[in-house]
């Protein structure tokens, strides 16, 4: 009898280590089924829009259920990315750029123009913008704007939807710069994403510059609960002297401890930043201060 008991406590705590080794959400009540994807539908649908090929989905998937992780989050296959592919050159214009893991998993990193809706009061750009947003509070009050009013109106809800048309909007050139607004600065890495936007100028034979109105707050995901979410100019205008990039950035605060490489590491309830840094006629993204 005494001997069944000690077996059966033993399995007891046996059972009990497995299922806290395993249950990494568990533990804070999250029933999702991967960081970011409530179903396992949501992650496959996911991963094709990022066109990751069936037999890599099938992979990422075996390593979520097995508590595996991707290769994207290891820190040592993050350090073999070039530097070179954070670094655009702005008058490329729209840019997209993957760096594919073996395991499927990805870093993304994109600079767009977002595309613009004119606020008309036409049954098209009313059907746009309710497609777009999704709070009703939110959408009432901007059909209701006027359109020179407009876009100073959608950034207090996180939108830029000027009254400019699509051709016109986003960039101007003249005689020695090169100006750019509302432009969608992001990163991914796996399933976790941020982005923000910006507004800079490029000089020729000069320092290129921000301007604070114009950078503000964009989403996060990936990340758990996120309790506060800012966009702070760290510097204005490019030290051309010191090779030092004018910097913006996004910061966030997880809640919680989550298991990332982003920004260097792990960081319990810490906060998250993905820069942007405008100088020598280019740009740099990266979740790390860029020079």
Known sequence: MKKNI?????????????????????????TEYAPGFKTKGNL???????????????ILINKIENNQKWDCYNQKKLNLIPKDFYKFD???????????????????????????????GSKKSNALLKRKIKNKTDLNEVLSLKSKNSNNHLSNFGYTLPE???????????????????????????????????EWVNVVDGPDYLIPSGCFSGNVTG?????????????????ERRHRYALVRQDWTA???????WGGGSIAGGTFSLWLGVGNDSYYIDDDVPY
């Open 6 to 30: 000690i077996l059966s406590l033993a399995v007891f705590i046996l059972f009990s280590m497995f299922i806290s080794s395993n249950s990494v959400f568990a533990q804070r009540g999250n």
């Open 44 to 58: 496959i649908e996911y991963l094709r829009e990022n066109q990751v090929p069936n037999n890599k989905q099938s």
């Open 90 to 120: 702005p008058t490329d214009g729209s840019q997209t750029r993957y760096y594919r893991f073996n395991d499927g998993s990805f870093v993304k990193v994109e600079a767009v123009l977002e595309n613009k809706i004119r606020i008309d």
């Open 164 to 198: 400019s048309t699509l051709t016109t909007y986003g960039y101007e050139s003249g005689s020695g710069y090169s100006w750019y607004w509302d432009w969608r600065i992001a990163k991914t890495v796996g399933a976790q994403s941020a982005y923000f936007f910006a």
């Open 223 to 239: 990340f758990g609960e996120v309790n506060y979410k800012t966009v702070i100019v760290e510097r204005e205008k490019e030290d």
């Open 255 to 261: 809640n919680y401890a989550i298991d990332t490489p």
